[in-house]
Structure formats: structure tokens, C-alpha cells
């Protein structure tokens, strides 16, 4: 049977490759949860392609049963958009680190946003620099003593979902290593959109940055520490005895104390809508984190436009109706030339 016609499990995605990550690594969750995932997308297999950068999450390619590129350091948006542009047909899936993406890599991954390619980005974010030992990385917070600060660091850390809207993504999302359900109800989302698909992964790294995202991994703490977006649906988070909600007023978010019955949209609690056209909402979502407010995860954003690729033929077709087809020789011997004698 044709392979692209063949039913397709976990086990077809997964190489032979021994998986060489840290234990506790929340890697692990997110390689599993992405084996789980595609082959329910309805995708053939030689159709994937996983393009990295350098750090631990960069491994992945070697992981997944799948056509992959393991590639220089923060220029894995490059290679992948080279990638689309050349076939389009292709599903490309982009696994980057908060180091390798925000920082050497920072440039290229706002190009490939900005573009709108239609690639699935995932950044998975540790706060810290794993593969080489622990130093603080572009979203460390302020006072993060590590090898490369040991008086704490200074830098503002950056903000990736912040990032994102920035750049103008037209889907962005976030989701926790260890959350399964919703981890592949995100990465599915993200398949699905036409563009650029940027998912934030909370990442814990149990050597050089231990429980970092413990609030939103902890099942027993995450009602409180977590809002979960759903569109048309009003921000509350809590538990059934002490919900609250956020209220959003000139832009500006604050908490709302909520009754267990009361209706939180007669309080003032913003209604959860990913389809703005302004991202300026996103933003006021993007603005929240612990300890005065609950750290979002789902979708920030979800809006269609062009794609780069659909552009690019465009252009093509346009420039082969009007030009022809054209003949590389003929172009090479066009114009001002010179002959180079020994």
C-alpha cells in the first residue's frame, strides 16, 4: 500500500534515534504529543518537514520519522521558508528555543512572521540556555542569577507572544509542555491556519531552571495561575470558590473578584475574542503574567491574510504571462557582458 494512502499511527513518526534529552526534559511531552498528533492530520508522511536551529529543542528533527533539516544556529526560519516558497504542497513545522529564536535567531524569526509564511513555528521556552549549561537567555527574568549572571541578571527579558503580535502574526498561541490535551488542541489549531503559526510551548527545564513554569504545570495550582482562552467566552479563571475575571478598560487589564454565580460579563469581564483584526486586544492579553494576574494560554490570535507562498506564485504567473517562461542562458547572456581572457 502507497504510503500516502496507508492509515498511520505514532509509531510511523517516531525514528530510531536515541532520544538524548535531560530526564524530567519537558521535551519528551512535547515530541510524544507531536508523534500522537500527525497522523491524525491527514497528512502523508514525506509531506512533513521539521526544520531546527541549534539547542536542545533543535534535536527534534533527529526524532520524528519525518524528512527534517537540523541547521545553523537561529536561522532555521530561513531555511524553512526556503523550503515552503520551493514547495508550497509541503507541511512545515519550525522547532526553535527562546535562545536560538530570540536571540541570534531574532532577526529571522521576524522576517518569517512578518511574511506571513505558512510555517508552524513552535518556540519552546525555558527561560534559560540548556545545551550549553545554563546561562541566561532573552526571556530569563530580571535578577535570574545564572553562569553568565551570577549577580542577577539585568536585561529586560523579551516577551515571545509579545513578540509575535509585533511582528504581526496571524495566529498565536500558547500552550505547557505537560498539558497533553491541550498541547495537541493548539499544535491542531496551528495546523490549520493558512500562514505563519506561532506557538509559544511553556518548557521546563529540570537542571538549569527547575520548576520555572510550576504554577501552569501543577494541576493543583494551574486554575489559579492559568486563564484558558476561549473565544466568545468571558476571561475567568479560579476555582469554583474564588473565581475572578479580567476587565480590560482603555487597554488597560485588571482583576475582577467574582461570586460563585455571578455573571461576570454584568462585572465588566472582557469577552475572549481571537479575531480582531487590530492585534491591540492580543497585546492587552499578552501583558499579563504572574503574580498579579494569571498567565494566558490558547489563542491570542487567529486572523487570515495572504500568504507569503500564494503570493510569491501569484507573481510568477503574472510575470510568466507577461514575459514568458524565459530561458536562464538567455538571461545570463542578456545585457552588458564581458569576456574574461587568460
Known sequence: MPESTAVL????????QDVRWCPGCGDYSVLANIQRLLP?????????VFVSGIGCSSRFPYYMNTFGFHTIHGRAPAFATGIKAARPELSVWV???DGDGL??????LLHAIRRNVDLRILLFNNRVYGLTKGQYSPTSRIGMRTKSTPAGSIDHPVDPIAFALGC????????????APHLQQILRRAHGHPGTAFVEILQNCPVYNDDEWIEVEDRKQRADASLVLHDGEPLVYGSKSHRRGIRIENGIPSVVELAEEEDPIEKGVAVHHERHRSPAYAFALASLGRPEFPIPVGVFRAVETATYENLLEEQQRQAIETDGVGDLATLLQSGDTWTVEQ
Open 95 to 97: 522547532v526553535t528555543g
Open 40 to 48: 491524525t492530520l491527514g497528512v502523508p508522511r514525506e509531506n512533513f
Open 168 to 179: 504581526g502574526a496571524t495566529f498565536v498561541a500558547r500552550t505547557v509542555d505537560v498539558d
Open 9 to 16: 499511527t505514532k509509531k510511523d513518526f517516531t525514528s530510531d
Open 103 to 108: 536571540s541570534i535567531g531574532g532577526n529571522h
